[in-house]
């Protein structure tokens, strides 16, 4: 396949559904390079719950309208067999990837990390831009570039959030008025958290600001060290919190450094 690229290219990977989050990836993007691809894929692999992946938010025209208004210079909207041509080898995402979301999403990021390594090798791109939303997806891609020695540079771009707080994901439109109200207590935790004076006061503010969200079914609220993904401690420079949870059957996830904690501090 020639996508017909001027290189250095920076790389958007989406699943479509895009937002003013993926905008803003977008217009990152262009900073680094003027060719800007954006792929819009809905990966299977990375797809634990059938249902989940067959009623995962499609809009693509709307999608071309709005990564073009951002400033991408090439939409590419991959069929299956172009991505995967063979039975694809699974990258293991390893110990981490079994860990928070790998808990619950199990080969979850084994088949995030299949496919983003399936586009790096079709577009070799010099960037890849990732929201800091899907915090340990980051991480594992990071991991990932480095343990492969690949030439990409990933780029983070901090989390748009709506005006409530909520953190923009494809998944918000499922949610009803009363629903995004609720889902916007996540970012109230996270906040009370960052506010407390030590990890443990924290670790309280965190759980009781969970677990006052309404009709919220939570999966994990913690405190990691953002640099290793191990549970923080007393010793943690870069204290960093992670929630995730469901309403109604949708799933919500968010994080946030806790710069006042730590040891760097
Ligand atoms: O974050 C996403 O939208 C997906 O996990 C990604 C990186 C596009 C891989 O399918």
Not at 76 to 85: H, K, L, Q, R
Request: net charge negative; with cysteine.
């Amino acid at each position: 396949m020639d996508l017909a690229l001027k290189h250095p290219v920076a790389l958007v990977p989406t699943m479509g559904a895009l937002h003013a989050g993926h905008a803003s990836l977008i217009e990152i993007a262009r900073k680094f390079s003027p060719e800007v691809v954006v792929s819009i894929f809905v990966n299977p692999l990375q797809f634990e719950n059938p249902n989940d992946f067959s009623t995962y938010p499609k809009s693509v025209d709307a999608d071309v309208a709005l990564a073009t208004a951002s400033g991408a210079t090439k939409i590419w909207v991959p069929t299956f067999d172009e991505i995967y041509p063979s039975d694809p080898v699974l990258i293991s995402s390893g110990e981490i990837g079994n860990l928070f979301e790998g808990v619950h999403r199990f080969g979850h990021f084994d088949g995030m990390l299949t496919v983003v390594k399936r586009f790096f090798d079709l577009v070799t791109p010099k960037y890849a831009i990732f929201g800091e939303k899907d915090f340990q997806q980051l991480f594992l891609i990071k991991k990932m570039v480095a343990q492969m020695k690949l030439p990409i540079e990933i780029i983070s771009a901090p989390t748009i959030r709506e005006a409530s707080g909520l953190a923009m994901s494809s998944r918000n439109q499922k949610l009803s008025t009363t629903e995004r109200e609720s889902a916007a207590g996540i970012y109230l935790a996270l906040n009370s958290a960052k506010a407390a004076s030590d990890l443990k006061s924290a670790r309280i503010e965190l759980s009781n600001g969970v677990q006052a969200i309404p009709n919220f079914l939570q999966d994990y609220a913690e405190i990691i060290d953002a640099d290793t993904f191990a549970i923080a401690d007393d010793s943690t420079e870069n204290c960093h919190a992670i929630v995730a949870g469901w309403i109604n059957g949708i799933r919500l996830i968010d994080n946030m450094a806790m710069s006042n904690l730590g040891n760097s501090k």
